[in-house]
């Protein structure tokens, strides 16, 4: 298998060298050349380890690993970091079943990928002969800084720099970077925004004449953000995990077909459902389910994406986002895998915020629909499970279940369908109980620990208990233009 880019037909890269890459040269994303097809049964699948299905998906992408490379990346990702040895359980509630992403180690799902990366990397490494540091820089708003700092925390031959809006990220959020420990680590909070942090760090890794400096000193740049394939296939793995953990339980049958309703900011995750869909998973329809910034509902409706509009803060931050970047590997394959195509629409996006896609490129939209809730709507939908099954998810999760209640009655489709729940309610304590309960308004995200064990019945997880006393170990802040020295800082050139 190669991966192509979206950008530029004569580029082929292996897994491996697109792995340590990240980004096409040119600007484009990395997409197979072809979707391969599952080679067991689901039968025989459901008999798997998530570990063994891992290994069965993930071989039919990074083709260039050898058997005992890729089961040892697995072996080091999903292991006793996770809280349960299921990895990915399943939770019934309200008609539905929520597939919960959030039993790693930072408690959001971004660890289903970002506890395999760092080995996919190091491992890539060896195989392209690559004889330098990689160092990961990283801007986050708040979930991908954790799970890439303890993804790469202590693995040999990785730094990892991540740099976070100094105000912009939750109390609890900051409390897991700034304790963050590992000698290869360093945290930065930034005086500026999301946006300011993430330019930041586009123009460090794009700058050329640093670029050789540090290579002179041993060091090179890579990237973890969820463009990466390296990230986008072990999130296949799991809707193979979930259909087939609902088929050894009876609740399907072989071949029935399912629906799946993802939380949506950056697109990654439901792609990941699409491409799991494509390689012969029944699946009868993805819901991407939005917040207030409804950017892909417009686009599924309309067939128009437009990103001019007033951005929101809303109590799902990890889907506040206008620019969904992987939505480009879709569009790649509605316009029929046409590069110059595809490059079009990027620049006209580029350039004016916008694009249409043509009605032929619309009509291959039929597996896709949009729904969003906004912030009332979420609220209303977290107190409702809780009323209704005494099961308490978190606002990104909530944003899902209520598209998803919206979805059913427009449609009146029972079909079986799968919640991906991507975060613990502990990490967004005050905005889930001042959704069940006006009179905990008052408190602070630390102090509504205790009251959510009590109200949830679900044990504090580790996650949270080990920052409530842990030592700050990182109190770095700099200016928006001081982000470079503070790179060559901490790499000691
Ligand atoms: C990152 C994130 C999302 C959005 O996932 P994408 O792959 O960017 O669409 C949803 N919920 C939570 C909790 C997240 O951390």
New binding site residues.
Partial sequence: MYFKSTRDDSLAFSSSEAILTGLSPEGGLFVPDEMPAFDRTFAELSALSYQDLAYEVMKLFLTDFTEAELRDCIDHAYDEKFDTPAIAPIKEADGAFFLEL?HGKTI???DMALSILPHLMTASAKKCGLDKEIVILTATS???GK?ALAGFDSVPGTRIIVFYPKDGVSPIQKKQMVTQPGSNTFVVGIEGNFDDAQNGVKAISGNAELRAELAEAGFTFSSAN?INIGRLVP?IVYYVHAYVSLLREGKIADGEKINIV???????????AFYAKQMGLPVRKLICASNENKVLFDFFRTGVYDRNREFHLTS?P??D?LL?S?LERLIWLLCGQNAQENRKLMQELKETGKYEISDAMKAGLESFCGYYADEEETAKTIRKIFARDSYII?P??AVAACAYEKYREDTGDDTVTVI?S??SPY?FTHSVLSAIDEKYDAYADFDLIAPLQELSGVPVPGAIREILDAPVKHTTVCGRDEMTAVVKGFLGV
């Avoid at 993802?262 to 990941?272: E, K, R, S, W, Y």
């Fill in positions: 959030f959001a799902f971004k708040g979930d991908t799970a969820s999130q993802v939380p949506t900011g950056n697109f990654g995750n439901i792609l990941a799902s990890s889907m986002i969904s992987n978190d990104h999760t991906a991507t975060a990490k």
